[in-house]
Nanobody
Framework: QVLLVESGGGLVPAGGSLRLSCAAS???????MSWYRQAPGKQRELVAH???????YLVDSVRGRFTISRDDAKNTVYLHMNSLKPDDTAVYYC?????????WGQGTQVTVSS
């Protein structure tokens, strides 16, 4: 089991940057961590994976603009978001997959103004 707490969301103009943080209540060095987002009226969608083995995956819509990273010493995963667009407006959720069970944070709102 793990508790996840996201932070770092806010209101930014198009073209701006934000860094989201996800602090976990236990060590994550063996855990695959991810960021998802959910825009109003839409389903939750994957944004990025950070695999415990060291590789990352980002969906096409954010590749080249977003990066995912982790600091295992701080039990924290980050989502670095650059060149933000209004379409990136959503609640961003941190996810941990442990023994085939999904754990979610409460989410952090990101709003990008045009």
């Amino acid at each position: 089991q793990v508790l996840l707490v996201e932070s770092g969301g806010g209101l930014v103009p198009a073209g701006g940057s934000l860094r989201l943080s996800c602090a976990a209540s236990r060590p994550i060095y063996r855990i695959n961590m991810s960021w998802y987002r959910q825009a109003p009226g839409k389903q939750r969608e994957l944004v990025a994976h950070d695999f415990s083995g060291g590789s990352q995956y980002l969906v096409d819509s954010v590749r080249g603009r977003f990066t995912i990273s982790r600091d295992d010493a701080k039990n924290t995963v980050y989502l670095h978001m650059n060149s933000l667009k209004p379409d990136d407006t959503a609640v961003y959720y941190c996810n941990a997959l442990i023994n085939l069970q999904d754990y979610w944070g409460q989410g952090t709102q990101v709003t990008v103004s045009s």
